[in-house]
């Protein structure tokens, strides 16, 4: 697999409006205003060219605030039944969400993955792949460093603290809670597609997210 090392490779243009329109439109004020919502270390996300943005999972809230919060869209997998519903398909291809069938695996995300890291999108995996009640990562999987390794692409670490808390059982509407979101300096990508290697900067990840996490408010 080739790097993807151009510095001006990045997302398509009217992806970006999309986005922008979206995140000023209705999540970042929502984000700001409703959630109280507080940002740490835009600095380190690359302004262009691929990257993963890995981070733990505790709501179905996280995807938008996260790609809010990096400033940049970011590419998350989608069902690929989604794909089939006419005026969304269009929608959420261009918001960077791409097709997943049931039953491919991991191969079919990963193949997904890396082709949306061609186009120049950030794509985001969360570490553990499911949500975890207090949203710390505790059994985190290599999936995002083998992606990584193979298309030879920095891993962006983010902690999304307070998310667990929007939903309660119960009540319909999200809950006005205060979150925060902590984004750590790049980690670089393993060299090489090895067991030892990806398990290394997966836990590296795993650390540094959890670390962010236990800094709260």
Known sequence: MPELESPRVREPLSSLILYRAFKWGFVNPVFRTYFRGRVYGVEHVPREGPFIAVSNHASNFDPPILSNCLCRPVAFMAK??????????????????????????????????????????????????????????????????LIAAKAQVPLLPISLWGTEKILVKGKKMPQSVPLTVRIGEAIAPPPAVKKESLNQVTQTCTEVINQLHHLGR
């Open 80 to 145: 690929e039944e989604l794909f089939q519903v006419p005026i969304l398909k269009q929608a959420i291809a261009l918001y960077g969400a791409y097709p997943v069938k049931r039953g491919a695996g991991d191969r079919g995300a990963i193949r997904a993955a890396i082709k949306a890291l061609e186009q120049g999108w950030g794509v985001g995996i969360f570490l553990q792949g499911t949500r975890t009640p207090d949203g710390t990562i505790t059994d985190p999987k290599p999936g995002a460093a």
